[in-house]
């Protein structure tokens, strides 16, 4: 029994068999099939369940506008649900299963849907899933997802990769139907770079299946001969398997190109699809035309097809749906596929053609002026009942039954820029609006031009056109001849006869009577339609049921179609993996790892890495037998406050500011003075937001009278440097002043402890003096270590300790900083990680992003003198507003935790005692904590209203997600030190 | 989009970050009697035309230059763009 329906002729390659399965069960088809051809050609009808009534159903396309034939593909990592079988190319070993059905596709449970049908129409969900709402989360959607399904994904990692390109050309052609190919090799011809992409992967469109001739080749020929010059032209690139899904502004498309899927395994080094960024000077849509089904009871059988995709089986896969055919239709195209299937010698039982004057039909009896008005078989069409134009009652016997309702020329990627498509009354069609999306045009069927002869003649004319704009000399060669006969097209969209449900968007179950409901409920407007019946939504957004759906709804009213509405699509034509976008920036790769010239050392040295704006920071450095952070960590702290320790801090931002106008740049980005700032001298500097937000901090280092280098944190690196930009370009560009980002230029160390300057002066060449006396603190100085290595070191603590930083080219990073392990030995020198840092800064109050986030002032932050009120800086004039500078708002205090019970957090409410914490007001909020193994003790930093003057007093820190409230007194921010004596020894 | 970078030529608008309109440029003078309400409506008063717009985009990755770019906001249609800094200088000597 195998291939049952197979013609003979056709475009598939007999000598190669391929074998394939559906639903675990064993088939054949040749090279050149489509999965839903060779299934097809195997007598199977019947290949899904519909997604809301679970109606059996079969393949109604023959391309990617396919609403039922969606399957699963492929097994294991692999697997790939949803995908059109009509576009599925067929390739040995393919496993496809049917979706949305249990336990099979033949008997499905959940079939019962569709006798609870009546129940179950539009709106049903909105009006009966409303209470109690807590059900919607937990029962009612994870139900009605289960029974209302698509395909599934396996949840396991895509072994395969995705790449993402660009492109650019000067005319790229959408489509390689007759207009498309008429106008690429127009634009090839003359000598311009010239895209053409289709999404099929044999170009002609149409031509392949139809059986007319083109001047004295058939239609399939013609196609062929004009893809091989095309693929001969050095400067037309041909893109076939390449869907162009979506149009952005100035010419950009996206496309994606499938360039695996059609094999058995993505070779080797090769991407499974590219998606594609098209940068074109002049674009035309030859994107064809999709033909519409007409609504009758059980219309949606399967078996029951559209009268192109029939024809197309026939001529181009050699395939037959049934033995016996019957035609409905309104127009002559139905007349075509009736002659084409009498020709390969399939019965056509009758063509019912609503037309009373409609034409004869040599080898099958015409019912003229008769429709279809339901149909029999229901797991495969068996017969159609037609009512006759004497208003008696027929039964055609029919295995299969093309409709053809007319044409809708395909404008989705026109309306992608909000050219809304007008209404043609004559062809009854949408075409593309005039509001033309700049740079592209149409040409085709696309644009309603539905005859061959027309399609090749417009894709010339368009071709010359977009060149012409290009400056580039185009000449119009005759074209062969070609068919050009009319439609003759009656309008005729649903019979109205019958109680059952007719269908107008088979994907998502909407029927002539959901429309009915839907405005019955005042919901008339086309948008109003679609969000009520769900009506175009999905994977094939209505390529075959929008039209149809808004016809009907303007009969129902008595309105014109313009008056009811449009339609409108937006991007992407067809659906996109998400992982074809994603390209390779995926896991790791999605955004770079930056890696600190000490990285090396870091890693070999028992670091522990954290992400910090892309960096990776060692957080602690783990001995042997250290088995929990807090040990390495305490260890680190104790070790800076009595010997030394050495840290990594390349990340920093580093800013290098040059030129005579620097000085008075700096006064404008710092709310402090810089101007003033010495030669050989550093400063904390704090930046404010124009709004008088405090933004950022870090030191400025003057190294000459025209030159500083600033410091930024590491997470405002970038924006600090663009905000810079901005001040120099944007507001001050008379200053002499040139600003560049050097932060990987420099590596940089801290070195920390009261015995920092000792192991100092071990690398320091003679010569530098550094001693407290020479070099005190704050102090900066450009010099040479280990025998002439040039560096800069900066006397600068964030530690609060004796220390130093010292900047040194990123080559030289590892090797210092073995020397000054191996040299710091005898001192106890210990690395030293960004939590010991931290501890060290809550200690010494030094606020970092927890405290300069977003929410708080100079003012707030205890800064408020550094804000020099006689010269006019960013923020300055705006963090006078009242709510900014009130003294009784948020204040930076010390918090010390009182109760050793579990360590309050960060993000905690500030809570009076003598209040209960649920229902009291917030007094402020905790930003910081850490153990302070210095003062054993639990610390933290936060903002308390009125902080300044509530010194001493205990408040609770309440943490509402775990239900914790723990006391803790409100301290000075500053824990240690708060004379600053050990810095200046 | 496309913007026709001054100085590097016809750029992919991904490489920009926006900013908003152009009259960011004109800060009001912090001597003025009133700044603080001219600070305001500088930095929070802003129209939001339908039509020709000028607007600040960076170069982040390009050359860092700030430009200004007059972009229709309906049809995205940019009919002009060029450097703040030159506009800013030229306007400075005219002033």
Redesign the interface.
């Known amino acids: 029994m195998s291939q049952i329906n197979r013609l003979n002729g056709g475009l598939v390659e007999r000598q190669t068999l391929l074998n394939f399965t559906f639903d675990n069960q064993s088939f054949q088809g040749y090279k050149g099939d489509t999965l839903a051809s060779a299934l097809l050609a195997n007598g199977v009808r019947l290949v899904g369940r519909s997604f809301k009534y679970h109606r059996p159903r079969g393949i109604f396309t023959a391309g990617s506008e396919e609403p039922n034939a969606l399957v699963e593909l492929r097994r294991y990592a692999r697997q790939e649900p949803n995908t059109r079988a009509t576009v599925a190319e067929l390739f040995d070993g393919l496993e496809a299963k049917s979706q949305n059905r249990w336990p099979s596709l033949k008997f499905d449970l959940l079939a019962i849907n569709d006798r609870l049908s009546s129940f179950l129409g539009a709106g049903f969900y909105y009006k009966t899933f409303m209470w109690p709402a807590s059900f919607w989360e937990k029962v009612y959607e994870p139900i009605i997802r289960r029974a209302a399904g698509l395909g599934n994904i396996s949840f396991l990692e895509d072994p395969d990769h995705y790449d993402r390109g660009f492109l650019h050309c000067d005319v790229l052609v959408i489509g390689g139907g007759p207009a498309g190919l008429s106008a690429a090799l127009t634009a090839g011809r003359a000598g311009a770079s010239v895209i053409l992409a289709d999404e099929d992967f044999r170009l002609g469109g149409r031509l392949n299946s139809e059986t007319f001739e083109i001047g004295e080749l058939s239609a399939s020929k013609y196609a062929q001969d004009a893809a091989a010059e095309l693929e001969s032209m050095p400067n037309v690139r041909v893109m076939s398997r390449t869907s162009v899904v979506s149009s ?5 498309y996206t496309a994606v190109e499938r360039v695996s899927d059609h094999l058995p395994k993505t070779p080797q080094g090769k991407p499974r699809q590219i998606f594609w960024r098209i ?1 074109s000077k002049r674009a035309i849509v030859c994107a064809g035309a999709i033909e519409r089904p007409i609504a009758f009871e059980n219309n949606d059988r399967p078996g029951s097809m559209l009268s192109s995709a029939i024809l197309a089986y026939a001529n181009r896969w050699a395939v037959a749906p049934a033995d016996t055919v019957a035609v409905f239709t309104n127009n002559d195209n139905g007349h075509r596929t009736a002659y084409d299937l009498i020709a390969k010698g399939v019965t056509v039982s009758a063509v019912i053609d609503t037309r009373l004057n409609a034409p004869k039909v040599n080898g099958a009896e015409l019912l003229a002026g008769a429709k279809v008005i339901n149909s029999k078989g229901r797991k495969g069409l068996r017969s159609v009942s037609v009512r006759l134009q004497n208003g008696q009652l027929r039964q055609i016997p029919c295995g299969a039954l093309a409709v053809s309702g007319g044409w809708n020329a395909n404008v989705a990627v026109t309306c992608h820029q909000n050219n809304r498509p007008v209404w043609d009354e004559g062809l009854t069609s949408f075409v593309p609006g005039n509001n033309t999306s ?1 740079g592209q045009s149409c040409a085709g069927a696309a644009r309603g031009d539905f005859s061959t002869a027309a399609a090749l003649n417009g894709g010339a004319r368009q071709a010359i056109s977009a060149l012409d704009d290009l400056g580039i000399d185009a000449k119009f060669e005759n074209l062969p001849t070609a068919e050009d006969v009319a439609l003759n097209l009656s309008p005729f969209w649903y019979v109205g006869e019958g109680k059952g449900r007719a269908w107008i968007d088979q994907q998502n179950d909407v029927t002539v009577k959901d429309i009915e409901q839907s405005i019955q409920e005042n919901f008339s407007a086309s948008e109003h339609i679609k969000r009520y019946t769900t009506l175009g939504m999905a994977t094939d957004q209505g390529k075959t049921g929008n039209v149809l759906g808004l016809a009907i709804a303007a009969e129902l009213t008595g309105r014109t179609i313009p008056d009811t509405g449009s339609i409108s699509f937006r991007p992407p034509y067809t659906p996109v993996a998400i992982g074809a976008m994603a390209g390779r920036s995926i896991g790791m790769h999605y955004r770079p790892v930056r890696k600190t010239p000490f990285h090396k050392w870091n890693e070999e040295n028992g670091a522990v890495f954290t992400e910090v704006g892309n960096w990776l920071r060692a957080q602690w450095y783990a001995l042997p037998g250290e088995t929990h952070w807090r040990q390495s960590v305490d260890r680190e702290v104790l070790a800076i406050g009595n010997s030394v320790g050495i840290a990594d801090v390349s990340t920093l931002g580093k800013i290098d500011v040059q030129g005579s106008g620097a000085a008075e740049f700096l006064n404008k980005i710092y709310t402090n003075a810089i101007a003033k700032l010495p030669v050989g001298k550093c400063r904390y500097g704090l930046m404010l937001r ?2 008088g937000i405090a933004y950022d901090d870090g030191t400025v280092a003057r190294l000459a009278d025209d030159r500083f280098i600033v410091t930024t944190t590491t997470i405002n690196a ?1 924006l600090v ?2 905000n810079m ?2 001040v ?4 001050w ?2 200053l002499d002043v040139q600003v560049q980002s050097v932060t990987e230029a420099w590596g940089q160390i801290a070195i920390a402890g009261p015995t920092s300057r000792r192991l100092l002066e071990k690398i320091i060449d003679p010569g530098f003096d550094i001693s407290n006396g020479a070099f005190p603190f704050m102090a900066n100085s450009e010099l040479t270590i280990c025998d002439g290595l040039p560096a800069r070191l900066f006397r600068i603590s964030f530690s609060g300790q004796l220390a130093y930083e010292l900047a040194l080219p990123p080559r030289f990073c590892d090797s210092v900083m073995r020397i000054l392990i191996e040299l710091g030995e005898p001192l106890n020198a210990v690395p030293y990680g960004i939590e010991a840092m931290n501890v060290m800064r809550i200690e010494k109050g030094h606020a970092t992003g927890a405290e300069i986030n977003g929410q708080t002032t100079a003012l707030s932050l205890g800064l408020g003198r550094m804000v020099n009120k006689t010269k ?1 800086s960013i923020g ?3 963090s ?2 009242d709510v900014l500078s009130d003294p009784s708002g948020p204040m930076l205090v010390g918090l010390r935790q009182l109760e050793e019970k579990v360590p309050i957090v960060a993000g905690s409410h500030l809570v009076n005692l003598q209040e209960k914490t649920g229902e009291a007001e917030s007094q402020g909020y905790v930003t910081s904590v850490a153990y302070s193994p210095n003062l054993e003790s639990t610390i933290g930093l936060g903002f308390l209203k009125n902080g300044e003057s509530r010194k001493g007093e205990i408040i609770w820190a309440v943490n509402p997600l775990q239900g914790e409230e723990v006391q803790v007194e409100v301290t000075n921010p500053v824990f240690v030190d708060p004379e600053g004596e050990r810095l200046r020894v | 989009m496309i913007i026709d970078h001054p100085l590097l030529g016809p750029r992919d608008s991904q490489e920009f970050t926006y900013l908003g309109d152009a009259t960011l440029l004109n800060r009001p003078d912090w001597k003025s009697e009133n700044s603080s309400n001219e600070f305001f409506e500088y930095l929070y008063l802003r129209d939001n035309p339908a039509g020709p717009h000028r607007e600040l985009w960076y170069h982040t990755y390009g050359d860092q230059s700030w430009l200004i770019v007059t972009r229709d906001t309906v049809t995205h249609e940019i009919s002009h763009v060029e450097l703040a800094n030159d506009f800013k200088r030229k306007r400075g000597k005219g002033a």
């Open positions: 952005y502004d100035h010419g950009i940068y700049p124009e709004d970038a440097y663009q930009q901005f120099r370009q944007c507001l560009p008379e006019d300055n004039v705006l006078e507003r």
